[in-house]
């Protein structure tokens, strides 16, 4: 396994994180505890998961993926030898379950939020706690078209950065960071941190993978002079570019055969673009899948690279991607296909 500092802390993170969103919906209890014996004996020190988990996201299953990591981390005992992130959710009609549905970045919100994730994970503290998406109306979940709000009742950053602040005083969480977040967004946090002496961002998490690379527009630079690393997820964009549904295909227990609501990667060019890398990956005796994750993490501004699956054969194959160097070659047939059809499912 490789490793990377977190930022500007004396933390090093895994360059593969796991991502635990199946646990509770696609993967028992018993499955994901094997994951996660898998992951950490493959050097994997770095686990990432969010208090609406498992997705999607319903009432009878929130917080179990929290829990089975909780119950895992209680009967391995080596919480130190771990970073473990976790997220709390924004406003959301969808979510309306969750603390009345009433979800903002708020002190009521995140001081409940907090305290039940550490009840869920069975822990003392969160390494990181992450902001799922933003507080006020903008881009993201793949929206295009920035739209000002005409009525707008968004907790102000500073607000947010001043709560979070106490919270990491009271021991509760050691480092900050945010999803989902734009240019404008990721800019006021570091502003209002510098100019109020408050926790500055350690990750920005977003999507980014081959047919998703809008992250390298505005934020991979804020990445690079600020220290802000990307925790990329999606990096496979939800299994499209193993290729395993080219051509029609619906496999068994596949996330895309099980939940239609999941569009974002099925558009006829988004298609095309995906038989492109996969034919590449093909012509260099490369697993798709591994020259996806590879080129993900291979990225300069990746702290790391959430990886998921929901059998221990897909983790293993993805875990491997970690040994894999992508020559100067592939890289450059890389370019070519993006440039033909760039960013088709961001």
């Known amino acids: 396994m490789k490793y990377r500092v977190l930022g500007h802390t004396d933390l090093k993170l895994s360059a593969l994180c796991l991502g635990t969103m199946t646990y509770g919906e696609q993967n028992s209890e018993a499955e994901a505890h094997a994951q996660l014996d898998r992951a950490v004996d493959a050097g994997i020190n770095f686990i990432d998961t969010a208090e609406m988990y498992p997705v999607p996201p319903k009432a009878d299953t929130q917080g179990l993926t929290e829990h089975h990591i909780g119950t895992w981390l209680a009967s391995r005992g080596h919480r130190d030898r771990l970073i ?8 959301a009609d969808w979510l309306s379950y969750l603390r009345d549905g009433n979800l903002h970045h708020d002190r009521v919100n995140i001081e409940a939020a907090v305290d039940q994730s550490l009840q869920r994970l069975q822990t003392d503290y969160i390494d990181i706690y992450q902001l799922h998406w933003p507080d006020r109306q903008t881009n993201y979940f793949g929206k295009l078209g920035y739209q000002a709000a005409t009525e707008e009742q968004a907790t102000p950053i500073l607000e947010t950065l001043q709560v979070l602040s106490e919270l990491q005083r009271a021991g509760k969480i050691r480092h900050i960071g945010v999803s989902n977040e734009t240019p404008w967004g990721v800019s006021q946090f570091l502003q209002l941190a510098e100019k109020h002496d408050l926790p500055r961002i350690v990750t920005i998490q977003n999507p980014y993978n081959l ?22 997820y999606s990096p496979m964009a939800f299994g499209t570019l193993s290729g395993k549904y080219l051509a029609g295909r619906k496999p068994d227990g596949a996330r895309l055969t099980l939940f239609s609501r999941f569009d974002r990667y099925s558009s006829p060019q988004t298609l095309w673009a995906t038989e492109e890398y996969v034919a590449l990956a093909r012509r260099q005796g490369l697993k798709p899948a591994q020259m996806a994750l ?10 790391s690279n959430i990886i998921g699956a929901t059998t221990l054969a897909q983790l293993d194959e993805n875990i491997e991607s970690i040994d894999i160097s992508l020559s100067p070659e592939v890289l450059q047939e890389i370019e070519t296909i993006h440039k033909r059809q760039p960013n088709p499912a961001p």
Do not use: Q
């Open 84 to 91: 473990i992130a976790t997220k709390v959710a924004g406003p």
């Open 211 to 232: 047919l998703n690379r809008t992250y390298e527009i505005g934020l991979a630079e804020i990445s690079h002079r600020e220290k802000c690393g990307l925790l990329a």
């Open 294 to 303: 590879a080129f993900v993490t291979s990225r300069p501004f990746v702290t």
